[in-house]
T-cell receptor
Framework: KNEVEQSPQNLTAQEGEFITINCSYSVGISALHWLQQHPGGGIVSLFMLSSGKKKHGRLIATINIQEKHSSLHITASHPRDSAVYICAVRAGGGADGLTFGKGTHLIIQP | DVKVTQSSRYLVKRTGEKVFLECVQDMDHENMFWYRQDPGLGLRLIYFSYDVKMKEKGDIPEGYSVSREKKERFSLILESASTNQTSMYLC?????????????FGPGTRLLVL
């Protein structure tokens, strides 16, 4: 069973700061997801990665398959980025569900 | 836009009651999932289904069953609710046909078992 570790668990930063959230996993995977959960519960998928790097607006996700590590970066952070960010991995190529990290609670202060 | 809906946002039930949580998706997705989310534990997979009438156990299936009679609907059943099943329940769907297998989540059902 894959173990997914995220760091930090909690992060408070000032508006405009560059944010990095890390995720490491123990077993080889077919894909890694970054998800965002706002207060109230709704979860949105930000990225799905199997190699390299993806960028969407101010969000950048990278993955290093050899090191079993991924990072999520937020440039020019804004209070509306405040949310829980969750890393999740899928081991198989079938319909297997995801294994999740415990999440990083991010607060961006104005 | 993919839409995943869940039958209730909040639900209060008594110990021993049979509870049905319904999930419906409108994008013809093959795969559907039920997760529960608890503080300090994160999200955990209860059951998933990759086709009508097919189901697979996830990491924590004990005390739960599921039903997938139609492609768009995936039901989670608590045969005899217990207080340790108080949790946030999230449904998700995905499709291998779309290449990315991004999972789309419903808004969640917060269940309280008294």
């Amino acid at each position: 069973k894959n173990e997914v570790e995220q760091s930090p668990q909690n992060l408070t930063a000032q508006e405009g700061e560059f944010i990095t959230i890390n995720c490491s996993y123990s077993v080889g995977i077919s894909a890694l997801h970054w998800l965002q959960q706002h207060p109230g519960g709704g979860i949105v998928s930000l990225f799905m990665l199997s190699s390299g790097k993806k960028k969407h607006g101010r969000l950048i996700a990278t993955i290093n398959i050899q090191e079993k590590h991924s990072s999520l970066h937020i440039t020019a952070s804004h209070p509306r980025d405040s949310a829980v960010y969750i890393c999740a991995v899928r081991a198989g190529g079938g319909a297997d569900g995801l294994t999740f990290g415990k999440g990083t609670h991010l607060i961006i202060q104005p | 836009d993919v839409k995943v809906t869940q039958s209730s946002r909040y639900l209060v039930k008594r110990t021993g009651e049979k509870v049905f949580l319904e999930c419906v998706q409108d994008m013809d997705h093959e795969n559907m999932f039920w997760y529960r989310q608890d503080p300090g534990l994160g999200l955990r997979l209860i059951y998933f289904s990759y086709d009508v009438k097919m189901k697979e156990k996830g990491d924590i299936p004990e005390g739960y069953s599921v039903s997938r009679e139609k492609k768009e609907r995936f039901s989670l059943i608590l045969e005899s609710a217990s207080t340790n099943q108080t949790s946030m329940y999230l449904c998700a769907s995905s499709s291998p046909r779309q290449g990315s297998e991004t999972q789309y989540f419903g808004p969640g059902t917060r269940l309280l078992v008294l």
